[in-house]
């Protein structure tokens, strides 16, 4: 019999009813003979002057209903391990199903049914975990694979160079070429292990939340690259509202860093960076000048390692992570994050973020 907890339950519990109902009839028909219902009669006259009969007669609805709760309870009782394990069978046959479940088989689902009971309701919730397990752990294996190719390209490219060192006696300018390549390879790899590590920190969510004023982060933030900004010959132009939040100032640092970073690297000579705090939501807004973005290809913006048209990023510049550091520390300060392309070139990247309580 295919049915929920909650219906075996109450099958078992009117089966066990209804015996004690005609155990009354059954009590009546043969316990109270004429003999007996004539002592009765005597003992109840004496004790409280009304008959037996009278006082049946007066209470015919409560006997019925007390035989068939003792009678009901007497079952019960006898039969209470057997009734719990055929009562509470569903959640036993979840058991061997629930134990195939691992990182080999995170595909297999229990697909209860469309019912609304509270069995079909827990498989179904079951089933949608293990969705969500499945969907990250596939996240961090495709992450683990991009990140292994990402270095794996420079500490080649450092074991090359090594070698050429190796082969032949070096001239001084040789020399000083052949430092400042492996440099520049190290910085690249340090820079990709920072974010790595961010990344992960940020992944795991916040341990402390103290409110934090987002538009002096943002002040600060724009003074540190307003030179960088102005030696590519970009207009930066910042706005401020007073905004308090709930987070970790580093992370809440480094969220608006990768996205002033990334406005001004995507950009060209005689463009503009604008970053705005905003009294409501969204919370922060970075707007640049910069090539066409295809729409469709948004999205993909927030993926590690990933540029336009789903292409690797090259190893000349930064590590990759920007924007998917970006979303995750976002994320952790529950919050969203969108990216829209502009008309004219260049992206407008728009966090919402959760007022804080004592704002």
């Avoid at 694979?145 to 080649?156: F, G, I, Q, V």
Wanted: net charge neutral.
């Amino acid at each position: 019999m295919n049915a929920s907890p909650r219906r075996r339950l109450l099958l078992v519990v009117t089966l066990a009813l209804a015996a004690g109902y005609f155990l009354n009839d059954l009590v009546d028909a043969h316990a109270f003979t004429p003999t007996t219902i004539y002592f009765l009669d005597a003992a109840c006259g004496a004790v409280g002057g009304t008959s037996y009969l009278t006082l049946r007669d007066d209470f015919t609805w409560l006997l019925p209903l007390a035989l068939a709760s003792a009678a009901g309870l007497a079952i019960w009782l006898a039969a209470a391990r057997p009734a719990a394990t055929w009562v509470l069978r569903p959640l036993h046959d979840l058991v061997p199903v629930l134990a195939q479940a691992g990182p080999q088989n995170l595909g297999h689902r229990i697909r209860a049914g469309a019912g609304e009971d509270e069995f079909t309701r827990l498989c179904r919730a079951v089933d949608a975990m293990m969705d969500r397990i499945m969907a990250g752990y596939e996240h961090q294996r495709r992450f683990a694979a991009d990140a292994s190719h990402e270095l794996r390209t420079p500490l080649a490219v450092q074991r090359t160079l090594i070698e050429v060192g190796m082969a032949q006696p070096l001239t001084e300018e040789q020399v000083r070429l052949l430092t400042a390549q492996l440099l520049q390879t190290n910085e690249r790899n340090e820079r990709l292990v920072e974010g790595l590590l961010v990344l992960s920190e940020a992944d795991q969510g916040l341990a402390v939340r103290t409110p934090q004023r987002l538009d002096e982060i943002v002040s600060a933030v724009a003074a540190a690259h307003r030179t960088r900004a102005l030696t590519a010959g970009l207009r930066l132009t910042v706005q401020l509202h007073a905004r308090a939040v709930d987070g970790e100032r580093v992370l809440l640092e480094r969220l608006v860093t990768n996205l002033v970073q990334n406005a001004v690297k995507y950009n060209h000579d005689g463009g503009a960076v604008t970053v705005t705090v905003g009294a409501a939501n969204p919370a922060l807004t970075v707007t640049n000048t910069g090539p066409l973005v295809p729409p469709d290809q948004v999205d993909g913006l927030f993926e590690p390692f990933k540029r336009l048209a789903g292409d690797r990023i090259d190893h000349s510049g930064g590590a990759g992570l920007g924007l998917a550091i970006a979303r995750s520390i976002t994320r952790a300060h529950n919050g969203t994050i969108t990216a829209i392309a502009r008309d004219d070139g260049g992206l407008r990247v728009e966090v919402r973020l959760p007022h804080s309580p004592s704002s």
